[in-house]
């Protein structure tokens, strides 16, 4: 019975000083990608979120298809609007990320950063190769520190 006790403090106390991997550090960047769907689902099936610049309201699904622990790298890409995020996904993240596209002809996609919309885009082409261009709602700034923390989690995901 002690020793059941102990292993339980063990666990609490590693638990607390490195983090849960349930919730990210505070400093860790989140990126999530969500499904458009039907606004006619019920409120529990959906969210709705407005996207920046344009106002556009859509209906999303509330858990999000990809995910930062999905990206195998990032970098800034150039665009005549400022700095895009190019993103390249690891093999699961590919084969999703064509899987989507696929099933989503038509249909927005929705890219969130630290959970703010920041881009839709409309699918109008199956993805195969892995990579998709952000072009959203942030400043070259925070892009950069967007790559810099999911070049980060790439790094420590591929250990």
Not at 6 to 11: D, E, K, L, M, P
Not at 13 to 41: M, N, W, Y
Not at 113 to 136: F, H, S
Request: overall charge neutral.
């Amino acid at each position: 019975m002690q020793t059941l006790k102990t292993a339980s403090c063990v666990a609490l106390v590693s638990v607390v000083f490195s983090g849960c991997a349930l919730f990210p550090k505070r400093d860790e960047t989140t990126l999530q990608i969500h499904e458009q769907v039907s606004s006619a689902l019920p409120a529990e099936n959906t969210l709705t979120v407005v996207i920046p610049k344009t106002d556009l309201k859509l209906a999303v699904a509330p858990y999000a298809t990809l995910s930062q622990k999905d990206v195998l790298s990032a970098e800034l890409y150039a665009t005549a609007g400022g700095e895009a995020i190019l993103l390249r996904f690891d093999v699961h993240g590919s084969i999703v990320l064509d899987e989507m596209t696929t099933r989503n002809r038509g249909q927005y996609l929705v890219t969130f950063i630290n959970n703010r919309p920041v881009a839709a885009w409309i699918v109008n082409q199956r993805i195969l190769n892995g990579q998709l261009l952000v072009e959203g709602d942030f400043t070259d700034e925070e892009a950069k520190q967007v790559v810099d923390s999911l070049n980060k989690i790439s790094k420590a995901n591929r250990r």
